[in-house]
T-cell receptor, first 117, second 113 residues
Framework: ETGVTQTPRHLVMGMTNKKSLKCEQH?????MYWYKQSAKKPLELMFV???????ENNSVPSRFSPECPNSSHLFLHLHTLQPEDSALYLC????????????????FGPGTRLTVL | GDSVTQMEGPVTLSEEAFLTINCTYT??????LFWYVQYPGEGLQLLLK?????DKGSNKGFEATYRKETTSFHLEKGSVQVSDSAVYFC????????????FGQGTELSVKP
């Protein structure tokens, strides 16, 4: 059990829809992450939040809008997506990003499989 | 920039065969190195990690040694099982990038009975 949950697990949406992905971590961590996993490509880091503050935006298009209301919850708001945005979206958390000279271990949720029609 | 390269899959083995999945990296400084595993329909799980040169990470019969001289972190297991079928990801965490992980493209392993 990873302690990181994501809802919904599957989502189908049209290009004009607005939807949101939700991530919740039960581990008491302070850092949260959104990744995109497309077929045959490495995981792409999208956003990083540390203590509710966004510390990384990896050149993500504005049709993806993250929100971190507290250290336990992370949302990804979606609007006017394109078919090429279809992918598995993974959320992860870690105690902090960087602790005592070492990169902290990240714990992943099961992902949301998004299909954009 | 920093990067991770893994051997391409899929890798197909018979049960009890020896497994090696190669991983090499490019990074400045002294990164931490990780192997994650993704079972079908699930998210990634940490399999093992090593934080400095010559460290060996191990878990569930899998091992990997941090080799700075060859910039490698190859994953090995002496005897694979059908239940090891999954996608394996090598990743590095650079010390100068605030905890960000950089992943390889993943290697799919299929173990046949």
């Amino acid at each position: 059990e990873t302690g990181v949950t994501q809802t919904p697990r599957h989502l189908v949406m049209g290009m004009t829809n607005k939807k949101s992905l939700k991530c919740e971590q039960h581990l008491g961590h302070n850092a949260m992450y959104w990744y995109k996993q497309s077929a045959k490509k490495p995981l792409e880091l999208m956003f990083v939040y540390n203590f509710k503050e966004q510390t990384e935006n990896n050149s993500v298009p504005s049709r993806f809008s993250p929100e971190c209301p507290n250290s336990s919850h992370l949302f990804l708001h979606l609007h006017t997506l394109q078919p090429e945005d279809s992918a598995l979206y993974l959320c992860a958390s870690s105690q902090e990003g960087w602790v005592a000279g070492e990169v902290d271990t990240q714990y992943f949720g099961p992902g949301t499989r998004l299909t954009v029609l | 920039g920093d990067s991770v390269t893994q051997m391409e899959g899929p890798v197909t083995l018979s049960e009890e065969a020896f497994l090696t999945i190669n991983c090499t990296y490019t990074a400045t400084g002294y990164p931490s190195l990780f192997w994650y595993v993704q079972y079908p329909g699930e998210g990634l799980q940490l399999l093992l990690k090593a934080t400095k040169a010559d460290d060996k990470g191990s878990n569930k019969g899998f091992e990997a040694t941090y080799r700075k001289e060859t910039t490698s972190f190859h994953l090995e297991k002496g005897s694979v099982q059908v239940s090891d079928s999954a996608v394996y990801f090598c990743a590095l965490g650079a010390e100068n990038q605030g905890g960000k992980l950089i992943f390889g493209q993943g290697t799919e392993l299929s173990v046949k009975p």
